[in-house]
């Protein structure tokens, strides 16, 4: 198991809220999708985009890079649609005493 980082209270990341998170030198964008908790990095694979800024669905679980409009899948972080077609990393989330946690490595 790698290194788990507190992002917030859980009670402050309520469904379709947002949080991006520093660790060491990237971003990470953290999602509440309907009550699925997600995270992916902040940082677009087509042109280094600032990826957790972009529209969130969250029926879909997806969100639109805001700078060429690539959508991506938040669970798995793979491109749905060009120009982006490299996958974006992305971290289990956890709650733990009532708070959310993010595993990095
Ligand atoms: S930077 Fe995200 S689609 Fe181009």
New binding site residues.
């Given amino acids: 198991m790698g290194e788990l980082i507190d992002v917030c209270p859980v009670e402050e990341l309520p469904p379709g809220a947002r949080r991006i998170v520093t660790w060491e030198d990237i971003e990470i964008g953290v999602f509440n999708c309907d009550g699925e908790l997600l995270a992916i990095e902040d940082r677009?694979?087509?042109?280094?985009?600032p990826?957790a800024e972009?529209e969130l669905d969250t029926k879909q679980c997806t969100l639109e890079?805001?700078?060429?409009?690539?959508l991506f899948d938040l669970r798995t972080g793979r491109?749905l649609t060009?120009?982006?077609y490299v996958p974006v990393d992305t971290f289990p989330v956890r709650v733990q005493d009532g708070l959310i946690k993010l595993e990095v490595d």
Avoid: F
């Fill in positions: 677009c694979s087509h042109d280094d985009g990826l972009g890079c805001p700078r060429h409009g690539s491109p060009l120009p982006a």
